[in-house]
């Protein structure tokens, strides 16, 4: 069983930045993506980017890319989710979540954390 916590979500002002992390635990983890994921109020949940595990490749929606940025640290098992740039549309509460296998779905969702940017 994996568990994932997001934590460093708050309030921000549009134009700032704010970091977050999700730590993974278990047993053993390990997993072959690491995602985060964004729901607005009143919206469907949205990919948001992702990094492979080992390799460290990155993906990301078009509307962040260029402003966020995905990291990991595989000894701590952690990942990351640097926001620049924020806007207002930016605010939802962001998930993390983690594909173990190749083909898979995203098998293990962290409760989230909220972040809302103010105009």
């Known amino acids: 069983q994996v568990q994932l916590v997001e934590s460093g979500g708050g309030l921000v002002q549009a134009g700032g930045s704010l970091r977050l992390s999700c730590a993974a635990s278990?047993?053993?983890?390990?997993?072959?993506?690491m995602g985060w994921f964004r729901q607005a109020p009143g919206k469907e949940r949205e990919f948001v980017g992702a990094?492979?595990?080992?390799?460290?490749?990155?993906y990301y929606a078009d509307s962040v890319k260029g402003r966020f940025t995905i990291s990991r640290d595989n000894a701590k098992n952690t990942v990351y989710l640097q926001m620049a740039s924020l806007k207002p549309e930016d605010t939802a509460v962001y998930y993390c979540?983690?594909?173990?296998?190749?083909?898979?779905?995203?098998?293990?969702w962290g409760p989230g954390t909220q972040v809302t940017v103010s105009s």
């Open positions: 979540a983690a594909l173990i296998t190749v083909g898979s779905s995203w098998n293990y």
């Open positions: 990094v492979t595990w080992n390799l460290g490749n990155e």
């Open positions: 278990g047993r053993t983890f390990s997993a072959y993506k």
